[in-house]
């Protein structure tokens, strides 16, 4: 492949990072766009890798402030973006970063003729668009179809790092599990996802669906935490209209907090099984996790 110029926007997360170094692999030359630049100094909390001396350029800047982000596209071939919230800020909402932050890179890449736009959404976004954060991606998903750039949409199930709850609540000792827990899905390792987004440079495919290589319920990483952890919970189950039921009193205390929970519920209500990549086992990864913990 010929070597490219990469941005990658949010290159301090988790699967920017692996993203970043992906690209780096392959010998392409990589900015990234980080709003801490301390954070890629040192490994992620999920094990991502170092990158503050392995890229070519970092820019500190923030997508919900114009002006510390102008001329992020300059020169750039092909934009990769992983830019979103990941977790309530109480300052911007998923709408300033999911769909704002991303439409301003955006319009960036285009005025600097940039020729591709690698983005990442979510799997199953069209069954959970009463969710405001998946409205957010699938609002800024639309702009970049009509664009009239070369795109490719990355729709992941979910990521190793989210799993790694179920290890936090085994260790608690209660193990909640909302329904019946029997819906099944695919995550996927950030290093298998961020070889298929590296793989999209030269592929024509505007969109892909990507999971892990296992599928499990939810109730089956459930027992597989408590094993890799050795601990034996009890299983909380908790009705769906419980849950259901109590999501109004979490829209009280914060959009961002409401979002978490509606997404928690969506997903326990559907199957969210995408064609399977990678070789990376989530079992592996629960004890690497516990391995850097000490």
């Known amino acids: 492949m010929e070597k490219k110029k990469v941005l990658v926007a949010g290159g301090s997360g988790y699967l920017g990072r692996y993203v970043a170094d992906e690209f780096k692999k392959r010998g392409h030359w990589v900015r990234l766009l980080v709003r801490n630049p301390d954070k890629?100094?040192?490994p992620g909390e999920h094990g991502e890798p170092v990158l503050h001396d392995?890229?070519?350029?970092?820019?500190t800047g923030d997508a919900t402030r114009p002006e510390t982000i102008e001329g992020i596209c300059d020169g750039i071939d092909v934009v990769f973006s992983s830019l979103g919230m990941t977790r309530p800020d109480f300052r911007h909402s998923s709408f300033d970063v999911d769909y704002m932050g991303n439409r301003r890179i955006l319009?960036?890449?285009l005025a600097g003729k940039?020729?591709?736009f690698i983005y990442v959404s979510v799997f199953n976004a069209e069954k959970m668009l009463d969710i405001s954060n998946i409205q957010a991606h699938e609002q800024f998903a639309a702009e970049l179809r009509k664009s009239g750039m070369d795109f490719t949409i990355v729709r992941p199930t979910g990521y190793f790092s989210d799993m790694e709850q179920f290890l936090n609540l085994?260790?608690?000792g209660i193990m909640p599990i909302l329904g019946d827990g029997d819906k099944r899905s695919n995550p996927i390792h950030a290093a298998d996802l961020a070889q298929l987004c590296v793989d999209a440079v030269g592929k024509k495919a505007t969109d892909i669906d990507a999971g892990g290589p296992d599928i499990f319920t939810y109730r089956e990483v459930a027992e597989l935490a408590a094993k890799v952890t050795g601990r034996h919970p009890l299983y909380l189950t908790i009705p769906l209209w419980i849950a259901d039921a109590l999501l109004p009193v979490a829209q009280l205390l914060s959009r961002d907090v409401a979002d978490i929970?509606?997404?928690a519920l969506a997903v326990s209500k559907i199957d969210s099984v995408a064609p399977q990549h990678g070789g990376h086992r989530l079992e592996d990864h629960f004890r690497e996790c516990l391995s850097r913990e000490g």
Do not use: Q
């Open 54 to 59: 392995r890229v070519d350029d970092v820019v």
């Open 107 to 109: 319009d960036m890449a």
């Open 170 to 172: 085994a260790r608690t």
């Open 40 to 42: 890629i100094r040192k």
């Open 261 to 263: 929970v509606s997404f």
């Open 114 to 116: 940039a020729e591709k």
